[in-house]
């Protein structure tokens, strides 16, 4: 059965490769593992029908043959499970692999996404200025840790997996920041990740989203 995953219906992100579904539509496109959409607008997420799925009222979530995932990070470690290409076969890489997930998910975007989010909702405070050093600090706290750790390589451990794809996402979070300038082998890395095919399929699908429902709103936009 083909899987279905949620996304925005009009996403605040303009389809631009941010919001979260795009990590499983990457996931979905290195597999080469067909999938539908089900999209959703603000107030469908909330309805109970898509919290019985997403307890937080979120997307993506997952649903295959009885199946429903929530979480982006879990479903991609789903895919990466049933699929080869985004884990290696090997046990101590695969585990490895796995680590970084974690650590994309769990060290680095925690910052990364604080700094993003204060960017947004806390822009006009007279104290923002300060509050936004005190952030980048620890994004770049993080990328410095990360950059040592990468050094010269292509991927954080070997081939491509599943863990350089969710890092990925999380680094493009940064891009337009200026942050990610001081670190250019984090930026090629981010490059290369988004350089992928899959990738740009995975972008495209997103952004196509964003082109149906903005020429759903204002026909003559396109
Ligand atoms: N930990 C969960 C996961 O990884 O799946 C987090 C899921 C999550 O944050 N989903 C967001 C969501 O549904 C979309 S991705 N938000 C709606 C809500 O909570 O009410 C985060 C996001 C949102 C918007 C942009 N953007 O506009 O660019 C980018 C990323």
């Known amino acids: ?69 929530f979480e982006s990070g879990a479903i991609v470690l789903h895919i990466a499970g049933r699929h080869p290409g985004l884990l290696p076969g090997e046990a101590h890489a695969r585990s490895r692999a796995i680590c970084w997930m ?19 909702l806390e822009r006009d405070e007279p104290w923002f200025a300060a509050r936004l050093s005190v952030l980048d600090a620890r994004v770049r706290q993080r990328l410095g840790e990360l950059l040592r750790r990468l050094g010269n390589a292509d991927w954080l451990d070997g081939d491509f997996s599943a863990g350089d794809l969710l890092m990925a996402s999380v680094l493009a979070r940064l891009e337009g920041s200026g942050l990610l300038g001081g670190y250019p082998n984090l930026a090629a890395y981010l490059l290369r990740g988004k350089a992928r095919p899959a990738y740009q399929r995975a972008y495209a699908a997103q952004f196509a989203v964003f082109l149906r429902s903005r020429s759903a709103k204002d026909p003559a936009a396109n």
Do not use: C, N
């Open 102 to 120: 974690f650590a994309a998910l769990d060290t680095v975007e925690p910052p990364i996404f604080e700094r993003s989010l204060a960017t947004v």
């Open 1 to 69: 059965m083909t899987p279905t995953i949620t996304a925005f219906a009009d996403s605040p992100g303009r389809g631009r490769g941010l919001a979260r579904d795009i990590r499983v539509r990457w996931a979905l496109e290195e597999v080469g593992q067909p999938y539908g959409e089900r999209l959703l607008s603000f107030d469908e997420l909330k309805a109970p029908a898509h919290r019985a799925i997403q307890p937080f009222g979120q997307i993506p979530t997952w649903e295959e043959d009885g199946l429903v995932l």
